[in-house]
């Protein structure tokens, strides 16, 4: 699934790692949802939409 | 491939195509124990740097997480154990009396660590927090239920019918 996750963490000036620790997952994970690879949970991604203060469909695509 | 990744696949490649040699060599009864079974001690000489590079990989790619240096830390542990085990009852083997109960402890004593590194599998899919890298074990472990017994049934059907030698579990 297409998303802004790499363009949001940019914005703020975060790492990869950086993003991995504030959601308390591997630096792996957040390459591979940003990479598309893997699409988060529902749990996973009201986390990353509440750490950018966004609705989920402000960060995530639908194709 | 990553430079870390090509070191830990180097050292775990050696290991494995030195175990093969050991293996074939004793299948063929090229080498007669107990050469085999010490051969086998030596190569778990190679462990030490296969996992040193191993985890040197998973820290720098970002795939480690308290819950995977856990596993690893116990997976290793009944690695020594079963290896221990088999070397010890590989040798001691022909020296028990056949059908007496310290054959049978002998023979059933890998099965310990065997459900150990069962259990430790298990247990990292309970305590990783991670989702994607509880999906990646997951996927990895159906992976190797599919073929662990494609290449056993595979290698037992050639087996029975005396196209390849029996080879020791």
């Given amino acids: 699934m297409k998303n802004r996750l790499r363009v949001l963490r940019a914005e703020r000036e975060w790492s990869q790692q950086d993003l991995a620790d504030r959601l308390g997952v591997s630096r792996q994970s957040v390459n591979a949802i940003e990479t598309g ?3 988060p949970s529902l749990p996973l991604a009201f986390r990353i939409a509440d ?4 609705p989920i469909e402000a960060i995530f695509l639908r194709d | 491939m990553s430079a870390g990744a090509r070191r830990a696949a180097l ?3 050696l290991f494995i195509i030195n175990f093969g040699l050991i293996a074939t060599g004793r299948i063929l009864d090229l080498i007669e124990p107990p050469v085999p079974w010490i051969l086998m001690a030596a190569n778990m000489v190679l462990v030490i740097p296969y996992v040193r590079a191993i985890r040197a990989w998973q820290e720098t790619s970002g795939r ?18 079963y290896m221990v085990a088999m070397i010890v009852g590989g040798n001691l083997a022909d020296s028990i009396e056949p059908g007496s109960a310290l054959l049978w402890l002998t023979a059933t004593a890998p099965l310990v660590p065997v459900l150990g590194m069962i259990w430790t599998m298990g247990r990292f899919l309970v305590e990783e927090e991670d989702e994607y890298q509880r999906h990646r074990a997951v996927n990895a472990a159906l992976w190797g239920l599919a073929l662990v017994p494609c290449l056993g049934s595979s290698w037992g059907f050639l087996e029975m019918f005396g196209l390849l030698p029996h080879v020791w579990a």
């Fill in chain 2, 11 to 13: 050292w775990g490649a």
């Fill in chain 1, 37 to 39: 690879k893997y699409d």
């Fill in chain 1, 51 to 54: 750490l950018f203060a966004m």
């Fill in chain 2, 64 to 81: 480690m997480t308290p819950a995977m240096r856990r596993y690893n830390q116990r997976f290793l542990a009944f690695s020594a154990i």
